[in-house]
């Protein structure tokens, strides 16, 4: 389960989209769900950079009770998401910052309506399958197989097993309802290929992907951000990716351009910072990269 790093996902389908000519990152919601609440004011660029001000559908005070507590076998559509989960705005689109996971299922639903596919269907046939992402799966579309490891989380003195009896991870319920925003489950190894392709400049084009990585800093939420993309500096080293978490798992891909270095930490233990792990590798690897790469 790697949890956000599905919106690396969404963010290049909708920029792959935008380079077929039928979509711009510019234009407003309102050429897809013009129903939407100030659909008219927000771009598909305030969606990408969380930027819109939609509110978080993870913060929404009945939001554990319903998809944990409530039925962990629950589907739920995008648009049920929206209608249960979706308070009033933060703020004016544009006119701050704040991370929600409401962007990208208001992307998804975008992706959907202007292809005619299911996302899980287009990810895959744009995606998993022409980078031999074998090991990756949109739960969007079933679930994955029945091997995928199970995340724990702490409780009661010991790790316990966050499950439903079915394949989902880590339940039906949390799966349907994390959507585009969170849902994929993948391999390790299919996502540094995944973070290689992508921020190592073999799928999309170098427009699209400057504009991706082209980061802003928010000194209010103290985060960095560019479109779908996360960005930190360590030992010397900027670098591009995703973090993802859900309950009982966690994970880190990070893409290093200067040093073509990628480093992936998934975990089936929630409320673990995997960055840490992630940098420890990364402190071990750089010194072979930059030798590799001056080579």
């Not at 670098?239 to 009982?248: E, Q, W, Y």
Request: proline fraction near 6%; aromatic fraction near 12%; hydrophobic fraction near 40%.
């Amino acid at each position: 389960m790697v949890g956000s790093i599905t919106k690396t996902f969404v963010t290049a389908a909708v920029l792959d989209l935008a380079e077929d000519g039928v979509l711009s990152i510019d234009d407003p919601l309102a050429d897809w769900l013009p129903d939407y609440p100030r659909a008219g004011q927000m771009t598909l660029r305030h969606l990408l950079s969380h930027t819109s001000g939609i509110f978080n559908y993870f913060e929404h005070p009945a939001y554990n009770k319903l998809v944990f507590g409530t039925n962990d076998a629950r589907s739920w559509a995008p648009q049920e998401i929206l209608d249960n989960f979706v308070s009033a705005p933060y703020f004016e689109p544009g006119a701050g910052y704040h991370y929600s996971n409401t962007n990208f299922v208001l992307l998804g639903m975008v992706i959907e309506q202007q292809t005619g596919q299911p996302l899980g269907a287009l990810l895959r046939q744009r995606f998993f399958t022409p980078l031999g992402l074998f090991s990756t799966y949109f739960q969007g579309d079933g679930p994955p197989p029945s091997t995928s490891a199970h995340g724990y989380l702490y409780r009661s003195g010991a790790f316990r097993q966050i499950s439903d009896a079915t394949d989902y991870r880590p339940t039906a319920s949390a799966a349907a309802v994390a959507w585009a925003a969170g849902s994929i489950v993948a391999s390790s190894s299919d996502i540094a290929r995944w973070a290689d392709a992508l921020y190592g400049g073999n799928l999309l084009e170098p427009e699209s992907l400057a504009q991706m990585i082209d980061y802003t800093y928010y000194p209010k939420a103290n985060d960095t951000y560019g479109l779908g993309t996360r960005t930190r500096v360590y030992l010397g080293e900027r670098m591009f990716g995703h973090t993802g978490s859900l309950r009982g798992y966690v994970a880190s891909m990070w893409y290093y351009p200067e040093a073509d270095l990628t480093v992936v930490v998934l975990l089936n233990r929630g409320r673990i910072d995997s960055n840490p792990v992630a940098d420890a590798l990364a402190a071990l690897a750089l010194p072979a990269s930059r030798g590799a790469v001056a080579d």
